[in-house]
């Protein structure tokens, strides 16, 4: 059965609320309030097409060589054989899963994880094996034992999501070296999700699992346009590999959907041209952001807040019976002074059956002023909550 997403599936709730009169502070989906580059916005507005037709099943020849630059600013070296454009990053994980696993095989990952791989994973009819990571440890790759423990016959691949959603956690080179020798033992798949390569904080770098050396075969990226240029509605990612077999099988399910969305790859290959100093900018504002919450979190009695180093998601634990629960009651029977948050119970980035009851994911994604009102809010909410622990 395809499970609810924890994202979305309380909007009715935010809805009700609004038609109350109450405003809602919207933490629960990483939807950024930061302009989407003005080049990419040019490129809609001068769009002088006669037709909008198909492009290359693999998408825009001309928009995967500059995807190509812009791996190599990140010591990457594809060609645009190696990338297949998504509609979305989404599309690209639906289709490695398909070409890489099949029904019944197992796909390993360390949770709290999106909560959309679920969704990925039912569709294709395989089996996720999850590993708790714990949020004392701030939310660090488990230990190398339990993946090895995990390990079955149908075991094909390991997922990450690095910077994390949902809990920001930024892996080391030394946590992916782990990852590298389990992935060599074992002949396994790499799936690496870094959409949110570009949000690092407090002088960490990302390192991407392109760069691990002997598995070249065996490693997935999944990108996206979504958060790096806060376009999420443009609905373009990639898949990129160096492994002919797996492009190869992937490029089927490419050709089965025809082609990704042609506006979006215009609005994409334009988005290329941003300066850097657009990615300083909304750095700096992110992290303001994040010492927001994690500073208001960390003053809350009975609350357990890690500081992310990057993405703009945080996950802490509340003193709470149950998340769904207090999720839903925040919408239905809380205010505070005519305004309420939405949040994600992280009850739905877990596999493992009961975990998580008591985390939320908080997405940084609103101004300074208005992060402060909603943590305010949650602090009052937290006071009188029925179901305090």
């Not at 009700?16 to 507005?45: E, F």
Request: hydrophobic share 40%.
């Amino acid at each position: 059965m395809m499970p609810a997403s924890p994202i979305r599936k309380l909007v009715p709730y935010a809805e009700q609320a609004k038609k109350r009169g109450t405003t809602v502070y919207h933490l629960n989906i990483g939807q950024p309030d930061i302009p989407t580059p003005k080049p990419m916005i040019d490129a809609m507005h001068n769009l002088d097409l006669e037709v909008i037709a198909y492009s290359h099943s693999a998408g825009i020849l001309s928009y995967r060589e500059k995807m190509c630059e812009y791996y190599a600013k990140h010591n990457i070296d594809v060609t645009p054989d190696d990338i297949i454009v998504g509609a979305g990053a989404s599309e690209a994980i639906l289709f490695a899963v398909q070409s890489c696993l099949n029904p019944d095989d197992e796909i390993i990952i360390p949770e709290p994880f999106y909560a959309n791989y679920n969704g990925f994973a039912t569709s294709a009819g395989v089996k996720i094996k999850p590993i708790t990571s714990t949020i004392e440890s701030g939310f660090a790759l488990p230990p190398i034992e339990d993946f090895e423990e995990a390990i079955t016959p149908k075991t094909k691949a390991i997922m990450i999501c690095n910077p994390n959603n949902p809990t920001g956690y930024l892996y080391s080179k030394e946590e992916l070296e782990v990852l590298r020798k389990i992935v060599k033992k074992y002949d396994l798949f790499l799936f690496a999700d870094e959409v949110y390569r570009e949000f690092c904080y407090d002088g960490h770098t990302h390192y991407s699992v392109m760069n691990l050396e002997g598995i070249e075969n065996n490693v997935v990226l999944f990108d996206s346009v979504s958060k790096r240029y806060s376009a999420c509605g443009i609905r373009i990612g990639a898949l990129v590999s160096k492994n002919k077999e797996v492009m190869q099988t992937a490029m089927k399910f490419a050709q089965a959907r025809l082609s990704p969305p042609s506006l979006g790859q215009i609005a994409a290959e334009a988005a290329m041209d941003t300066p850097d100093s657009y990615f300083d900018e909304i750095i700096s504002e992110y992290l303001a952001r994040r010492n927001t919450v994690v500073e208001a979190m960390s003053k809350m009695d009975g609350v357990i807040c890690p500081t992310p180093k990057g993405a703009f998601y945080v996950a802490p634990s509340l003193p709470i019976d149950d998340s769904d629960k207090f999720c839903q009651w925040l919408l239905e029977e809380f205010d505070y002074e005519g305004q309420t948050v939405m949040l994600a119970p992280a009850t739905g980035f877990y596999a493992t059956p009961g975990a998580g009851k008591q985390e939320v994911r908080i997405s940084y994604v609103l101004n300074v002023e208005n992060l402060k009102k909603a943590m305010k809010c949650i602090e009052e909410a937290l006071k009188v909550y029925p179901g305090r622990k």
